[in-house]
């Protein structure tokens, strides 16, 4: 600028300080969720987690539900009607059945352990390896319909006489109406398996201690568990990759997600032959897949009411949790004699997270403790997803 | 030497004489307790011109973070860092600039800042075209550059008032602004104009197809007997794909039951910056000057972030601004203080808004990070002579409280070195 120029420093730097200050404002962080938070059921699930995903077809309502837990725990939804959903799945045992592997209503056993069914709404896959069942509306005709293992065993052939089983209750005309009510005769078995997968999918918990800990309830947790917590989400046992998320389980979805993740995993329990191999009945996603080195992967399944769930893995083969510990802190399993003799430490397939590690005794107390502190127990005794039909005339 | 304020002295007859002693006076140590946009030539000296400097503190706060440092609201990157406690080295620095009489200039700069490790800044090579006329300079340089579209982004903690950089310029520029790419520029009179075109190795770009910078910038830098200008500004658009906070390293700790961690958040979008710098220099007295500076950014940014399982779309409205009044007296002593602000706007929507907001970095409750400081410089040791070599030695004392992810105030202590020799080269 040349001489003749009129700036006035001083006037300028005050006009720009007061100039600045005026324009203060606020920051903010707005969210639109794109609706992802509606539903018609009262879902009681902490703010920060979100909601399980809900099939356009069969969105959940409490009518729905109740339905539901009626064919749930009703005997007479089988073949023989001897068997509901409801003899593998008990509350109190965080819905399993506390055997190795399950049992049909025709006594063929299962091949694999019968799984909670707490928070399976958030399950990115069903069952224990399938990456392909992706609904509980996919998943429940199996147990219904399926012939290999027969579990319900509903057939063909009885099909009509199970349903006029139930045209025969009193109570169910009034609670398909209310879950159907667009329909002129609801009970079928479109609606059946839409009912049950209405009431497994609202079976979820967060009110255990740990959730109340975490939600600044210092007391909830022991020392010893939350000794253990700090094990658990350590680096050096490595529990919470496949294990982690607030459902304690990495095959997790909801309905925040866009893209579904179906991760699965082989822990090391066989490696017959030396080459990674399984039990010709228990061999993972292999089975669906074809592909080899999908050789006994399998989903991790929530940690939540864990300690209610014995006998744990796949085949039910460890009868209690410092067995699973002790397990995974070996780095698999080795065996040394038998049918199925191989190390499964070494098998080619194994998740690179099953790398083993040291544990002091009461560091396995302590890690137990907050598997313990998983339970909710609030949940499993609640009224609302109890058998109704034990104050049945 | 011929430093570059030399050139625009005042060439009127009036207080010629006090104003060309008080102003080659302030001319030198301008170049160390003045910003740099009192500097704006940018040409290079025929020769070979070697500078070094030196910055180290000590100081009581803040205390080491377990995590990178989050500035609640905005995605972060680069080399933004919080200094931490205790001893620590701010800059070191190595850099030798040439301009043989055919107009071929180079540069490389090896530097460290707040870390052990040595890099290679700069490296470049060009032309710088004769003067003439109106025509100051004009140059066009390819290589690894500091960025020249803001006069403060990239000044090393030797010569900058404080020893920390801006909470601007580390949310904005992951701490300072160094790439590689072509840059274009000339000062016409009382006029700088210029372009870079960056590949996208720095915050908050990412390099490779989908990736870039580019920036343009003007400054006018008029001047009367008594007080020089500076005002001017940048707009630069950046494009990053698949960018991730690179200062997250794969070592992590968890601590509570999410497994989406800040490191696996991937944001694919651009950023529009529309800068705003502006200064006055001028004389209060013979032997005290007054400064002020401030620098105002608005942004906007607009892509989508995602992790392995959630996807949500991110509009952001930045607004970030700092003021720097300062004295200058005795020739060797400062006084500056320094306020800084930034207004943090977000919306995220769809479904992975809720899953994605936090680990992130992007929730805020409604505070805008701020911070502000007080700095004093003294240099005992002042060399000035005749011959190209000069050094300064000087200790800073500065007061800093921030309120940006972190809650703190702090003092520190710090030691300040620089010196530069210009040989002939035949």
């Not at chain 1, 100039?19 to 962080?29: E, I, K, R, V, Y």
């Not at chain 1, 928070?119 to 392909?132: G, Q, V």
């Given at each position: 600028m040349k001489s003749g120029h009129r700036l006035q420093p001083g006037f300028w730097a005050g006009f720009c300080i007061f100039g600045l200050a005026a324009c203060s404002d606020l920051s903010q962080t707005t969210l639109d969720s794109d609706g992802k938070i509606a539903s018609l059921f009262a879902w009681n699930i902490p703010d920060d987690v979100p909601l399980p995903v809900e099939p356009e077809s069969n969105p959940l309502t409490q009518a729905g539900f109740e339905l539901g837990r009626h064919l749930f725990y009703d005997a007479r939804l089988s073949g023989n009607g001897t068997q509901s959903c409801g003899s593998c799945h008990l509350p109190e045992k965080a819905f399993t059945d506390g055997l190795p592997v399950g049992i049909g209503s025709t006594g063929e056993l299962h091949p694999r352990n019968s799984q909670s069914l707490i928070n399976t709404a958030y399950n990115a896959t069903l069952t224990w390896a399938n990456p392909s069942l992706r609904s509980l509306e996919q998943q429940i005709v199996i147990p219904l319909f399926g012939e290999s293992p027969i579990e319900q065993g509903i057939t063909d052939g009885n099909r009509d006489e199970i349903l006029q089983r139930l045209r025969d209750e009193p109570r169910y005309e009034a609670l398909f109406a209310d879950a159907f009510p667009d329909e002129g005769d609801p009970l079928n078995y479109d609606n059946i398996v839409k009912g049950l997968a209405s009431f497994v999918r609202g079976l979820v918990s967060f009110s255990s201690a740990f959730d109340r800990f975490e939600r600044g309830?210092?007391?909830?947790?022991s020392a010893s568990a939350q000794r253990g917590r700090a094990l658990f989400f350590s680096e050096t046992l490595e529990c919470f990759h496949c294990h982690g998320g607030y459902n304690f389980s990495d095959s997790t979805t909801d309905r925040s997600q866009t893209f579904i993740e179906r991760p699965f995993h082989n822990t090391g329990l066989f490696n017959i032959g030396g080459v990674g191999d399984f039990p010709a009945d228990n061999r993972g996603i292999l089975e669906i897949t074809g592909d080899p080195s999908d050789m006994g992967k399998f989903r991790a399944p929530t940690l939540r009411n864990i300690a209610l769930t014995a006998p744990y893995m796949h085949d039910g083969s460890f009868a209690s949790l410092p067995e699973v510990i002790r397990f995974y802190a070996a780095g698999g399993r080795n065996i040394t004699e038998g049918p199925h003799a191989g190390d499964g430490r070494s098998n080619p397939f194994k998740d690179g997270f099953v790398t083993g590690f040291e544990l002091e005794p009461s560091q396995e107390q302590d890690l137990v403790a907050f598997l313990e502190s998983l339970t909710d127990t609030e949940f499993l005794s609640s009224s609302h997803i109890q058998n109704p039909w034990t104050d049945a005339p | 030497m011929k430093h570059p304020m030399k050139r625009s002295l005042p060439t009127q007859p009036a207080r010629r004489t006090l104003t060309y002693s008080t102003l080659t006076l302030s001319a030198f140590i301008y170049s160390s307790l003045a910003p740099a946009h009192t500097t704006g030539s940018h040409a290079i000296s025929e020769g070979l011109t070697l500078s070094a400097g030196l910055a180290t503190t000590v100081r009581s706060g803040p205390d080491p973070l377990d995590t990178p440092w989050q500035i609640p609201g905005k995605l972060m990157g680069g080399e933004a860092n919080l200094p931490e406690s205790g001893f620590t080295l701010d800059d070191a620095h190595l850099e030798a600039t040439f301009r043989h009489r055919s107009g071929v200039v180079a540069g490389a700069e090896l530097s460290s800042h707040h870390d052990s490790s040595v890099t290679f800044e700069q490296a470049w090579a060009g032309f710088q075209a004769p003067e003439g006329g109106m025509l100051r300079s004009a140059s066009l340089m390819a290589g690894q550059m500091n960025a020249a579209f803001s006069p403060e982004i990239n000044l090393h903690a030797s010569r900058s008032a404080f020893s920390t950089p801006r909470l601007m310029d580390s949310s904005f520029y992951g701490g300072h602004f160094n790439d590689t790419g072509v840059k274009g520029q000339m000062v016409l009179s009382d006029w700088q104009l210029g372009a870079e075109l960056w590949q996208g190795d720095t915050f908050p770009a990412t390099p490779g197809q989908g990736g870039g910078s580019q920036d343009v910038f003007a400054y006018w830098r008029p001047s009367t007997s008594s007080a020089q200008w500076v005002i001017g500004g940048w707009l630069l658009h950046s494009r990053a794909d698949q960018r991730i906070d690179e200062r997250l390293t794969s070592g992590h700790s968890h601590g509570t039951v999410s497994v989406t961690t800040a490191d696996t958040v991937r944001y694919d979008g651009g950023e529009q910056h529309l800068g705003v710098h502006a200064g006055v220099t001028f004389d209060i007295s013979a032997t005290v000057s007054a400064q002020f500076v401030a620098e105002w950014i608005e942004a906007h940014a607009k892509g989508t972030l995602k992790d392995t399982t959630h996807l949500a779309e991110l509009e952001g409205d930045y607004r970030g601004y700092w003021i720097q009044p300062s004295l200058i007296w005795s020739g060797n002593q400062s006084l500056v203080f320094r306020y800084e602000r930034l207004i943090l706007k977000n919306r995220l929507s769809g479904a992975g808004a809720t899953a994605l907001v936090d680990p992130a970095g992007l929730g805020n409750p409604g505070e805008d990070p701020e911070s502000m400081g007080i700095s004093y410089r003294f240099y005992p040791i002042l060399s000035q002579s005749d011959s190209a070599f000069w050094h300064q030695l000087g200790i800073r004392l500065e007061w800093t409280r921030v309120d940006a992810g972190i809650e703190d105030d702090y003092v520190g202590i710090g030691l300040l070195f620089r010196a530069q020799d210009s040989f002939a080269v035949n």
């Amino acid at each position: 600028m040349k001489s003749g120029h009129r700036l006035q420093p001083g006037f300028w730097a005050g006009f720009c300080i007061f100039g600045l200050a005026a324009c203060s404002d606020l920051s903010q962080t707005t969210l639109d969720s794109d609706g992802k938070i509606a539903s018609l059921f009262a879902w009681n699930i902490p703010d920060d987690v979100p909601l399980p995903v809900e099939p356009e077809s069969n969105p959940l309502t409490q009518a729905g539900f109740e339905l539901g837990r009626h064919l749930f725990y009703d005997a007479r939804l089988s073949g023989n009607g001897t068997q509901s959903c409801g003899s593998c799945h008990l509350p109190e045992k965080a819905f399993t059945d506390g055997l190795p592997v399950g049992i049909g209503s025709t006594g063929e056993l299962h091949p694999r352990n019968s799984q909670s069914l707490i928070n399976t709404a958030y399950n990115a896959t069903l069952t224990w390896a399938n990456p392909s069942l992706r609904s509980l509306e996919q998943q429940i005709v199996i147990p219904l319909f399926g012939e290999s293992p027969i579990e319900q065993g509903i057939t063909d052939g009885n099909r009509d006489e199970i349903l006029q089983r139930l045209r025969d209750e009193p109570r169910y005309e009034a609670l398909f109406a209310d879950a159907f009510p667009d329909e002129g005769d609801p009970l079928n078995y479109d609606n059946i398996v839409k009912g049950l997968a209405s009431f497994v999918r609202g079976l979820v918990s967060f009110s255990s201690a740990f959730d109340r800990f975490e939600r600044g309830e210092t007391s909830a947790l022991s020392a010893s568990a939350q000794r253990g917590r700090a094990l658990f989400f350590s680096e050096t046992l490595e529990c919470f990759h496949c294990h982690g998320g607030y459902n304690f389980s990495d095959s997790t979805t909801d309905r925040s997600q866009t893209f579904i993740e179906r991760p699965f995993h082989n822990t090391g329990l066989f490696n017959i032959g030396g080459v990674g191999d399984f039990p010709a009945d228990n061999r993972g996603i292999l089975e669906i897949t074809g592909d080899p080195s999908d050789m006994g992967k399998f989903r991790a399944p929530t940690l939540r009411n864990i300690a209610l769930t014995a006998p744990y893995m796949h085949d039910g083969s460890f009868a209690s949790l410092p067995e699973v510990i002790r397990f995974y802190a070996a780095g698999g399993r080795n065996i040394t004699e038998g049918p199925h003799a191989g190390d499964g430490r070494s098998n080619p397939f194994k998740d690179g997270f099953v790398t083993g590690f040291e544990l002091e005794p009461s560091q396995e107390q302590d890690l137990v403790a907050f598997l313990e502190s998983l339970t909710d127990t609030e949940f499993l005794s609640s009224s609302h997803i109890q058998n109704p039909w034990t104050d049945a005339p | 030497m011929k430093h570059p304020m030399k050139r625009s002295l005042p060439t009127q007859p009036a207080r010629r004489t006090l104003t060309y002693s008080t102003l080659t006076l302030s001319a030198f140590i301008y170049s160390s307790l003045a910003p740099a946009h009192t500097t704006g030539s940018h040409a290079i000296s025929e020769g070979l011109t070697l500078s070094a400097g030196l910055a180290t503190t000590v100081r009581s706060g803040p205390d080491p973070l377990d995590t990178p440092w989050q500035i609640p609201g905005k995605l972060m990157g680069g080399e933004a860092n919080l200094p931490e406690s205790g001893f620590t080295l701010d800059d070191a620095h190595l850099e030798a600039t040439f301009r043989h009489r055919s107009g071929v200039v180079a540069g490389a700069e090896l530097s460290s800042h707040h870390d052990s490790s040595v890099t290679f800044e700069q490296a470049w090579a060009g032309f710088q075209a004769p003067e003439g006329g109106m025509l100051r300079s004009a140059s066009l340089m390819a290589g690894q550059m500091n960025a020249a579209f803001s006069p403060e982004i990239n000044l090393h903690a030797s010569r900058s008032a404080f020893s920390t950089p801006r909470l601007m310029d580390s949310s904005f520029y992951g701490g300072h602004f160094n790439d590689t790419g072509v840059k274009g520029q000339m000062v016409l009179s009382d006029w700088q104009l210029g372009a870079e075109l960056w590949q996208g190795d720095t915050f908050p770009a990412t390099p490779g197809q989908g990736g870039g910078s580019q920036d343009v910038f003007a400054y006018w830098r008029p001047s009367t007997s008594s007080a020089q200008w500076v005002i001017g500004g940048w707009l630069l658009h950046s494009r990053a794909d698949q960018r991730i906070d690179e200062r997250l390293t794969s070592g992590h700790s968890h601590g509570t039951v999410s497994v989406t961690t800040a490191d696996t958040v991937r944001y694919d979008g651009g950023e529009q910056h529309l800068g705003v710098h502006a200064g006055v220099t001028f004389d209060i007295s013979a032997t005290v000057s007054a400064q002020f500076v401030a620098e105002w950014i608005e942004a906007h940014a607009k892509g989508t972030l995602k992790d392995t399982t959630h996807l949500a779309e991110l509009e952001g409205d930045y607004r970030g601004y700092w003021i720097q009044p300062s004295l200058i007296w005795s020739g060797n002593q400062s006084l500056v203080f320094r306020y800084e602000r930034l207004i943090l706007k977000n919306r995220l929507s769809g479904a992975g808004a809720t899953a994605l907001v936090d680990p992130a970095g992007l929730g805020n409750p409604g505070e805008d990070p701020e911070s502000m400081g007080i700095s004093y410089r003294f240099y005992p040791i002042l060399s000035q002579s005749d011959s190209a070599f000069w050094h300064q030695l000087g200790i800073r004392l500065e007061w800093t409280r921030v309120d940006a992810g972190i809650e703190d105030d702090y003092v520190g202590i710090g030691l300040l070195f620089r010196a530069q020799d210009s040989f002939a080269v035949n």
